[in-house]
């Protein structure tokens, strides 16, 4: 007991190794989720790292400081356990015991938000699955797959940091007609139009390259 307050110290000793361990299985969950579904489907995509704008669903002033992350929260878990555990000794009385708990929360929290702003909003930021297809309309690529008419091939754009990513591509059939048969490996293109549930773009060569093939009969 603590104080006489009825707190045991092996309930403690419990809550911070339970904290502690979930920290740490999270994380290998997904890394094994992942390892499990490039086995079975040959892809290793698999993400549990999943954003929730808590400012929005509390509708307080979180917003900005702290969008729930769940690898951050693994973080913030592991620490408030470990400063829990090198504390445990000093939880000699009820009223210590929760300020003790609340400066480990404290702690483990400004470890949170650094993981997040120093490197999970970054990444974030220059991750091709953050960016939305819908932006992409307009944008100019490369073929790095030929593209013919009725099937797919591959675009390659720049991001912000100069990084190629790839996406799967169609020739926009409104302008099928004006295209020809194949847009070849290394042909500059612009997005015309995407479908973001199937990932896809649709394509097409811009038009002075349009009007050079149809001079040269192609």
Same mark, same amino acid.
């Given at each position: 007991m603590i104080g006489g307050n009825f707190i045991s110290q092996s309930v403690l000793v419990y809550v911070f190794n339970i904290s502690i361990a979930i920290g740490f299985v999270i994380p290998l969950l997904s890394l094994l989720a992942g390892w499990l579904g490039g086995i079975f489907s040959g892809s290793a995509d698999v993400d549990v790292d999943v954003d929730v704008d808590v400012g929005k669903v509390a509708g307080g002033g979180l917003r900005a400081l702290f969008p729930f992350n769940i690898m951050c929260f693994c973080l913030f878990l592991v620490v408030f356990g470990a400063l829990g555990r090198l504390a445990l000794d000093l939880m000699v009385a009820l009223p210590i015991? /929760? !300020? !003790? $708990? *609340?400066?480990? +929360? $404290?702690? *483990?929290?400004?470890?949170?938000?650094?993981?997040?702003?120093?490197?999970? %909003?970054? =990444?974030?930021?220059? &991750? +091709?699955? *953050? !960016?939305?297809?819908?932006? =992409?309309?307009?944008?100019?690529? #490369?073929?790095? !797959?030929?593209?013919?008419?009725?099937?797919?091939?591959? /675009?390659?754009?720049?991001?912000?940091?100069?990084?190629? /990513?790839?996406?799967?591509?169609?020739? &926009?059939?409104?302008? #099928? &007609?004006?295209?020809? *048969?194949?847009?070849?490996?290394?042909?500059?293109?612009?997005?015309? #139009?995407? &479908? +973001?549930?199937? %990932? $896809?773009c649709y394509i097409s060569m811009y038009i002075s390259r349009i009007n050079e093939n149809k001079a040269n009969g192609r």
């Amino acid at each position: 007991m603590i104080g006489g307050n009825f707190i045991s110290q092996s309930v403690l000793v419990y809550v911070f190794n339970i904290s502690i361990a979930i920290g740490f299985v999270i994380p290998l969950l997904s890394l094994l989720a992942g390892w499990l579904g490039g086995i079975f489907s040959g892809s290793a995509d698999v993400d549990v790292d999943v954003d929730v704008d808590v400012g929005k669903v509390a509708g307080g002033g979180l917003r900005a400081l702290f969008p729930f992350n769940i690898m951050c929260f693994c973080l913030f878990l592991v620490v408030f356990g470990a400063l829990g555990r090198l504390a445990l000794d000093l939880m000699v009385a009820l009223p210590i015991t /929760i !300020l !003790l $708990l *609340a400066g480990c +929360a $404290l702690v *483990a929290a400004f470890f949170y938000w650094a993981l997040y702003r120093v490197l999970i %909003k970054r =990444l974030k930021e220059n &991750d +091709a699955s *953050a !960016l939305s297809f819908y932006n =992409l309309r307009g944008r100019s690529g #490369e073929v790095t !797959l030929s593209v013919a008419r009725g099937s797919m091939g591959t /675009i390659s754009l720049r991001d912000s940091t100069g990084a190629a /990513i790839s996406f799967r591509a169609k020739i &926009d059939p409104c302008l #099928e &007609d004006q295209m020809p *048969a194949v847009i070849p490996t290394g042909e500059q293109v612009v997005i015309t #139009e995407v &479908d +973001a549930e199937n %990932k $896809l773009c649709y394509i097409s060569m811009y038009i002075s390259r349009i009007n050079e093939n149809k001079a040269n009969g192609r």
